[in-house]
């Protein structure tokens, strides 16, 4: 059976690395929504244009525009064996893709969230420092920040109540080293697998 894994959590909380290391262990395609934006905004397409100014305020970039990357993507693995890393950020987001996998038969098997503090990402990104800061984007701005933390804020309960209520639902301590939240993760895949 195929493995569709999607990772959630604020802005800063390590998922991309966790989706990397997942990825890596199972074999899946590393799908994430914002660099397949940002792939569009380097491209100049006109996705990538309308996609620009929500990105850079931090703002949830429109549905339709999310799904025409994210759909095209998924078209291409035969909509199986992936990890998507920033999506859902709705919870009609993650109702839509559940909907999706259904027509192609395919399951909805996992949605992990990383939960980590405010405090703790404030922390991180002050050892990390500026110079380390991804110099690729250009949404790393103090209210950028503070808006995606907004959207994840507002985002998170109602797709926790829903992804819960029907079983395919994953919280892990993020306010740890990267091994034990990997560890975490791969002993609740082994479960479902
Ligand atoms: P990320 O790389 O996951 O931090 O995403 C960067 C930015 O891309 C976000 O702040 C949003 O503007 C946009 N984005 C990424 N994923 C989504 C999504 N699922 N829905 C709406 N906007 C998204």
């Known amino acids: 059976m195929s493995l569709n894994l999607f990772i959630i959590g604020p802005s800063g909380c390590g998922k991309s690395t966790q989706a990397k290391l997942i990825a890596e262990k199972y074999n899946l395609t590393h799908i994430s929504t914002g660099q397949l934006l940002r792939d569009e905004i380097a491209a100049g397409t006109g996705f990538g244009l309308e996609a620009k ?57 996992l949605l992990i969230h990383l939960t980590v503090t405010f405090e703790e990402i404030t922390a991180r990104r002050a050892k990390m420092g500026v110079e380390f800061q991804d110099k690729d984007r250009s949404d790393n701005t103090p209210e950028a920040i503070a808006s995606r933390q907004q959207f994840y804020d507002d985002g998170i309960i109602s797709i926790r109540d829903y992804f819960e209520s029907k079983g395919t639902f994953f919280e892990v301590d993020g306010n740890r080293p990267v091994e034990p939240i990997f560890e975490d993760i791969v002993t609740q895949i082994e479960k479902i697998k």
């Not at 994210?70 to 890393?85: G, H």
């Open 53 to 109: 100014a929500y990105i850079d305020q931090g703002k949830l970039v429109p549905d339709d525009l999310v799904f025409d990357v994210l759909v095209a993507k998924l078209k291409t693995i035969d909509y199986q064996n992936f990890i998507i890393d920033g999506f859902p950020r709705l919870l009609n987001q993650g109702k839509i893709v559940e909907y999706y996998l259904k027509k192609q038969s395919k399951p909805f098997s």
